[in-house]
């Protein structure tokens, strides 16, 4: 299996569909990650991780804040267009290279957003980190089902 990276491995992709518009649902995603993510599992520090912020605008930084106020960066903002777009580098695999999350918000109704994830540039990565890649690929539907079960709690 191992043999994947390096020879194109199929980007991760993931979509959920959450009641609530458009404006909401992208709000929800990069203003409140703290409040859904499952920081207490999922994190550079797990069970450490007070808040976990993005710096709104291209270039800015998405980070988790520890109890203690240290900072961890996740990743940086590559696109930043709200409420349908933002990709960003996924700095949390400790690699010689990163790869890139993009997240797409299409309105389906008034109260209805799907969102789309694709994680790719996974063959950036070196043999040794295909279990990254096995984890990420079951991780993301839970996250994003954890996401998704915001809207409906």
Known sequence: MSSLIGTGVEPIRHAVTVEA???RTFGTFTRQLATWWPIES???EP???RDVCVEEHVGGRIYEVLHDGQERDWGHILRWEPP???TFTWEVIQGP???EVE???KPLGPALTRVEMIHKGWENL???LMDYYLAH???WPMILGRFESTFSA
């Open 137 to 139: 690929q079951s991780g």
């Open 97 to 99: 290279a990163f790869t």
């Open 42 to 44: 999922f994190a550079i």
């Open 84 to 86: 349908q777009l933002v």
């Open 47 to 49: 069970g450490k991780v």
């Open 103 to 105: 997240l797409r918000f």
């Open 21 to 23: 518009d458009q404006t």
């Open 126 to 128: 070196t043999p040794l």
